[in-house]
């Protein structure tokens, strides 16, 4: 067991200019699963084969514990991964596969045996040990892969989109599955996912990663109450927040006749960083459906769809009045949305007008996109 | 055909009330109508006709290796009477055959070995590292594919004469030598053998030797024990396609050994039939004609089902 350390690590693909990782400082504890996670091209499985060695660090340096393993191979980083694919030695039993590692690290068979057996109990694998892995489904085939990694007791535990090829409902228990694993195991764990709830649900702390530039680490929860920047609010959150660029005129955030109240101090700060615009963002559970006549106040929102999931209801809808040009202009999601009460949806084409609940706006800088705090 | 299928499978109400559309009986059986028919029929008559031209004349050998000289020549179409063993046992001694047989395993077991152990290593590097000239030394292999034999006759008979003078290895190799033919035909096979198994390497997904990397394997150990496994059915389809490819070879052998002891089996049938010109033992010429071909047979039937995965490429995923 050991944290990990990335400092300053950067790697920069051969025949490119910008880096897929660019100045990468994390630290992840002892015991902790942390998740990496972005769109496609972030540079998340990038830093995780850095860290597993399959990748060059360009400068800067990985450590594990104590032990800098920037130049060291793979094979002693003391360290196992799981691959999206699984990549199971096809010609090879899962007992076979399993203990590979073992096996080249010159461990007797006893306790190859021992150990493999220890592992296929623990992932519910015994009666499969003699078969090939083309004889195993989907979900089966993941365990192997699981097995042959918890088999070699590393130190960290590095996973590539482990769940990616499995169907949505195994996706779902297989999820649990390896979140208590990994509690009861106790090993560092890196995790990477492009799916945001496998993030939200799994990670003891996320880390949101955007061209190869570290975004936020946190836990799960406060990157979705406090998101460090217009970025991490929009990845973060399902369906996503809502975001867009307001004038500031009163006092109050105003785009077409849609108005928001601004508390002061974040007023102040735009005005030291001489800007007249400010990016709001607020959630879909923050909006609430308002009487039109509370002075002028909310946001004129025109239904175009209702997803009514039993439990709740979200309404996607597009600003309306005659600003709603240049409303949609700034807003940087496609639609409004907004949680309502399942039994109260209005209908597709109403007109509703929502009001943002007090104190649960986000703030965020028009010109670099940080989180300005009120 | 599965595209007719779902048309008229479409076409079908799904119980909600409609009356079932009247299809036609042609449409309701893809795959038989007229044209289609007549397109099965060429095909299969074509098939038919591909495999009598190809069995018939092997069935005709194989009848004739057993009959009389006499029978031979009366009836040479006909049935024969009894089994004549004689013909093969004078083949397989009078005619030196069995020596001959011989020296085609002797050299075979060396150069298909050799070939697709360097043809596989070759290969897997060329497909799976990247360095500097990689490309160069792969399209240099690719080259010898379109180098015709006789265009390299005469100048590798008299590199194989020089070897026979080289130091120490020098009575190893040299004209009359198994390894020397053997190592010729290595070099001749190599081309095609490093094309197609570059490829097929190429197409074994990379996650597999990472996860081998990241077990603790060697460079070696990862080629032996994960990579060379998992492409073997291409292993032993071009294996089987090489020992065909040697096990025929004619002008080669007819360059290198001259010995009349070192002959291979190729030769052997040459020198029969043309000694038969004058002595007119057809049937053994026959019988050594079988003995030639049930080896070839043998191996065939053997690894059919790999060389059709080989063929076909499938990989698990």
């Known amino acids: 067991m050991a944290t990990v350390t990335y400092d300053k690590a950067t790697r920069i693909y051969p025949g490119q200019d910008a880096p897929a990782v660019d100045?990468?400082?994390?630290?992840?504890?002892?015991?902790?699963?942390?998740?990496?996670?972005?769109?496609?091209?972030?540079?998340?499985?990038?830093?995780?084969?850095?860290?597993?060695?399959?990748?060059?660090?360009?400068?800067?340096?990985?450590?594990?514990?104590?032990?800098?393993?920037?130049?060291?191979?793979?094979?002693?980083?003391?360290?196992?991964?799981?691959?999206?694919?699984?990549?199971?030695?096809?010609?090879?039993?899962?007992?076979?596969?399993?203990?590979f590692a073992l096996k080249i690290a010159g461990t007797p068979k006893a306790e190859i045996q021992r150990r493999v057996m220890e592992a296929a109990k623990l992932l519910d694998l015994v009666e499969y040990l003699d078969r090939k892995p083309k004889a195993l489904s989907g979900g089966q085939r993941q365990r192997v892969a699981m097995g042959r990694a918890i088999v070699r007791e590393p130190q960290v535990f590095l996973m590539d989109e482990p769940l990616s090829n499995l169907d949505a409902k195994l996706r779902v228990s297989t999820r649990t599955q390896i979140a208590s694993l990994q509690r009861r195991?106790?090993?560092?764990?890196?995790?990477?996912?492009?799916?945001?709830?496998?993030?939200?649900?799994?990670?003891?702390?996320?880390?949101?990663?955007?061209?190869?530039?570290?975004?936020?680490?946190?836990?799960?929860?406060?990157?979705?109450?406090?998101?460090?920047?217009?970025?991490?609010?929009?990845?973060?959150?399902?369906?996503?927040?809502?975001?867009?660029?307001?004038?500031?005129?009163?006092?109050?955030?105003?785009?077409?006749?849609?108005?928001?109240?601004?508390?002061?101090?974040?007023?102040?700060?735009?005005?030291?960083?001489?800007?007249?615009?400010?990016?709001?963002?607020?959630?879909?559970?923050?909006?609430?459906p308002a009487s039109s006549d509370n002075g002028g106040g909310g946001i004129p929102v025109t239904v175009d769809l209702v997803e009514e999931l039993g439990a709740d209801a979200y309404v996607y809808g597009h600003p309306t009045g005659p600003a709603a040009a240049e409303q949609v202009e700034r807003m940087r999601s496609e639609a409004v949305i907004a949680r309502v009460e399942p039994r109260m949806a209005p209908n597709k084409g109403d007109k509703v007008v929502f009001a943002v609940r007090e104190g649960e706006s986000h703030f965020f800088s028009a010109k670099t996109g940080e989180r300005i705090e009120p | 055909m599965s595209t007719t299928t779902t048309m008229t499978h479409d076409h079908e109400p799904d119980g909600n009330g409609q009356p079932p559309r009247p299809v036609s009986p042609r449409r309701r059986t893809p795959g038989v109508g007229p044209g289609e028919r007549a397109i099965s029929f060429l095909n299969g008559g074509f098939l038919l006709f591909w495999a009598l031209v190809t069995t018939l004349p092997l069935l005709w050998a194989m009848l004739s290796s057993f009959k009389t000289n006499g029978e031979f020549r009366t009836d040479p179409m006909g049935l024969p009477s009894g089994l004549e063993w004689d013909n093969f046992a004078r083949?397989?001694?009078?005619?030196?055959?069995?020596?001959?047989?011989?020296?085609?395993?002797?050299?075979?077991?060396?150069?298909?070995?050799?070939?697709?152990?360097?043809?596989?290593?070759?290969?897997?590097?060329?497909?799976?590292?990247?360095?500097?000239?990689?490309?160069?030394?792969?399209?240099?292999?690719?080259?010898?594919?379109?180098?015709?034999?006789?265009?390299?006759?005469?100048?590798m008979f008299f590199v194989v004469r020089e070897t026979g003078e080289l130091p120490l290895i020098g009575p190893m190799l040299g004209l009359n030598s198994y390894l020397s033919l053997a190592l010729v035909y290595v070099a001749f096979s190599m081309p095609f053998t490093v094309f197609f198994l570059t490829a097929f390497f190429r197409t074994l997904p990379s996650s597999v030797s990472e996860a081998a990397i990241m077990d603790g394997c060697s460079h070696f150990r990862l080629f032996f024990t994960i990579m060379l496994p998992m492409a073997k059915p291409g292993i032993v389809s071009l294996a089987l396609f090489n020992f065909l490819g040697h096990w025929n070879q004619y002008v080669l052998p007819l360059v290198i050994m001259q010995d009349g002891d070192k002959r291979v089996l190729a030769q052997g049938l040459g020198t029969l039939a043309a000694n038969t010109g004058f002595r007119a033992d057809w049937t053994a010429l026959f019988a050594g004609l079988v003995i030639a071909l049930l080896p070839v047979l043998i191996v065939y039937i053997l690894f059919q089902k790999q060389v059709q995965a080989g063929l076909t490429g499938g990989v698990l995923k």
């Open chain 1, 23 to 99: 100045n990468l400082d994390l630290t992840v504890e002892d015991g902790e699963f942390l998740v990496l996670v972005g769109p496609s091209g972030c540079g998340k499985s990038t830093s995780l084969r850095m860290l597993a060695g399959l990748e060059e660090v360009d400068t800067g340096a990985i450590r594990i514990g104590d032990r800098d393993v920037t130049h060291i191979p793979p094979k002693d980083r003391d360290i196992a991964m799981v691959f999206q694919n699984y990549a199971l030695y096809p010609h090879m039993t899962v007992a076979a596969n399993m203990g």
């Open chain 1, 185 to 288: 195991l106790g090993i560092t764990t890196v995790y990477v996912t492009h799916d945001q709830i496998e993030a939200m649900t799994m990670g003891d702390r996320v880390c949101v990663l955007k061209d190869g530039v570290l975004q936020q680490v946190n836990t799960p929860l406060a990157l979705y109450d406090k998101p460090a920047n217009v970025f991490v609010a929009g990845f973060i959150g399902s369906p996503a927040m809502n975001i867009a660029t307001f004038d500031i005129v009163d006092g109050k955030a105003q785009l077409g006749e849609a108005s928001v109240p601004v508390p002061t101090s974040v007023l102040s700060a735009v005005s030291a960083e001489d800007s007249s615009t400010l990016t709001i963002g607020f959630r879909p559970e923050s909006l609430v």
């Open chain 2, 91 to 155: 083949a397989w001694s009078a005619a030196n055959i069995g020596q001959y047989f011989l020296n085609s395993i002797i050299v075979i077991s060396m150069s298909l070995t050799l070939t697709m152990l360097f043809g596989s290593m070759g290969a897997y590097v060329l497909a799976r590292y990247d360095f500097p000239g990689n490309r160069l030394v792969y399209y240099v292999f690719v080259a010898g594919l379109v180098l015709p034999v006789f265009l390299a006759l005469v100048p």
